[in-house]
């Protein structure tokens, strides 16, 4: 059983930055890709950044490129998003989540950190 727990959210202002967490447990990740999304009040579930657990090859929203990163340590079975320059459309609850390499979609989602960047 996959489980991923997410932290870090909170409260910032306008151009500070917050660091949030992904915990992974329940198997090995080797053959995995690691994902942030995020979600606004009446908005669809967004792409934030991928990362591939096994080689670190990252991706990422063009509205993020710049300002925030992915990573991963493997020894820690845990998953990173440093947020810089934060914008209060960044405004949003943050989920990680899991996809089998070659897999369709991802198939593990955490509960969400909510993350609000005040103006």
């Known amino acids: 059983q996959v489980h991923l727990v997410e932290s870090g959210g909170g409260l910032v202002q306008a151009g500070g930055s917050l660091r949030l967490s992904c915990a992974a447990s329940?198997?090995?990740?080797?053959?995995?890709?690691m994902g942030w999304f995020r979600q606004a009040p009446g908005e669809e579930r967004e792409f934030v950044s991928a990362i591939s657990w096994s080689a670190g090859t990252t991706y990422c929203a063009d509205f993020v490129k710049g300002r925030f990163t992915i990573s991963r340590d493997k020894a820690k079975n845990t998953v990173y998003l440093q947020m810089n320059s934060l914008k209060p459309e960044d405004t949003a609850v943050y989920y990680c989540?899991?996809?089998?390499?070659?897999?369709?979609?991802?198939?593990?989602w955490g509960q969400g950190t909510q993350v609000t960047v005040s103006s």
């Open positions: 989540a899991a996809r089998r390499i070659g897999g369709n979609e991802y198939a593990y």
């Open positions: 329940g198997r090995t990740f080797s053959s995995y890709n």
